[in-house]
């Protein structure tokens, strides 16, 4: 296909994103003077601010972006707010929730551009939340409009969270492919369980951090990837993690740009992928 690279400001060829790509999964952290980390927080980033982050995204031709709170802010949503508040037509949010959110609180996060809230189901940052606080949480925001649930699993998970999900009365996505272990390959049974949730009327999943997967340069991830989109090409979203938080090596976000057309076949899986399904599930012009 002509004209299907450019050249990236680092002398890399860059794969050419369409008009109104969604990065569906990155962060904004600090700066910690003005918004402060928690003191239960299982890593500690350096600082990254919303306009480091637009800068990034021109760079590689991102347009939209959906900024996920993290989890070092814990429930003080104001860092993720205050990003989307910068330009609002260009961000959206997702917001972490407990039982000390009040229910203006939560009108005024779906004002400020927030349309969903996560749980992080993996060891690393620190194991199952509280079940019935998951549940609350889901009744609290099932009838704000366009509002879902975001779940960061391990591929272990998916058995002890088969029950839950088949119960969520909204819309669900899985981040990361379900961080699958990819040296099991395709056919291991966590994984074709996530490929039965893909049948579900609420499911999502988004096909990022083939990073965590997978060793450089992340071919491993990407038959998950493949799978995935073809079980539901219309609830597949992209995304980079960028500043890709808790990882000792991060990747060149242009490597992971490049990796968009060994896993897509066609412009219509591209740009469903990168445009249509996102501007659909966060509600963008």
């Known amino acids: 296909m002509l004209n299907t690279y450019v050249e990236h400001k680092s002398g890399k060829p860059l794969f050419r994103l369409p ?4 990065d569906t999964h990155c962060h904004v952290f600090g700066p910690f003077d003005r918004y402060p980390m928690t003191g239960n927080r299982k890593y500690t980033p350096a600082e990254v601010s919303v306009e480091a982050l637009t800068k990034h995204h021109d760079s590689l031709g ?3 972006a959906v900024i996920v709170h993290p989890s070092i802010h814990g429930t003080d949503n104001r860092v993720t707010l205050d ?3 910068t330009d609002p037509v260009r961000f959206r949010g997702i917001a972490s929730i407990d039982d000390s959110i009040s229910d203006a609180e939560l009108a005024r996060m779906n004002a400020g551009g927030m349309r969903g809230i996560r749980f992080n189901f993996n060891k690393n940052l620190g194991g199952f939340p509280d079940l019935d606080l998951v549940e609350r949480s889901v009744e609290r925001v099932r009838d704000i409009p366009g509002w879902h649930l ?3 699993i391990d591929g272990e998970n998916v058995d ?3 029950e839950l999900v088949r119960r969520l009365p909204i819309p669900f996505v899985i981040d990361h492919m379900g961080r699958m272990n990819s040296k099991a390959g395709t056919g291991q049974p966590d994984f074709v369980k996530l490929l039965d949730w893909m049948k579900l009327e609420g499911a999502w999943v988004k096909l990022t951090c083939p990073e965590r997967m997978s060793p450089w340069p992340y071919t491993e991830a990407l038959p998950f ?3 995935l989109l073809e079980a539901r ?4 979203l992209w995304g980079l993690d960028y500043p890709h938080p808790n990882l000792k090596t991060p990747p060149d976000n242009v490597d992971l740009v490049n990796l968009i057309p060994k896993y897509t076949e066609t412009e219509a899986e591209r740009q469903a992928l990168l445009v249509d399904n996102a501007a659909r599930l966060y509600g963008f012009a």
Not at 233 to 236: C, L
């Open 62 to 64: 991102v347009q939209r």
């Open 160 to 162: 002890e969270l088969d």
């Open 233 to 236: 090409p219309d609830r597949v």
């Open 225 to 227: 990837a493949r799978a």
């Open 19 to 22: 008009p109104l790509s969604c």
């Open 83 to 85: 990003a989307i508040a």
């Open 150 to 152: 975001v779940m960061q």
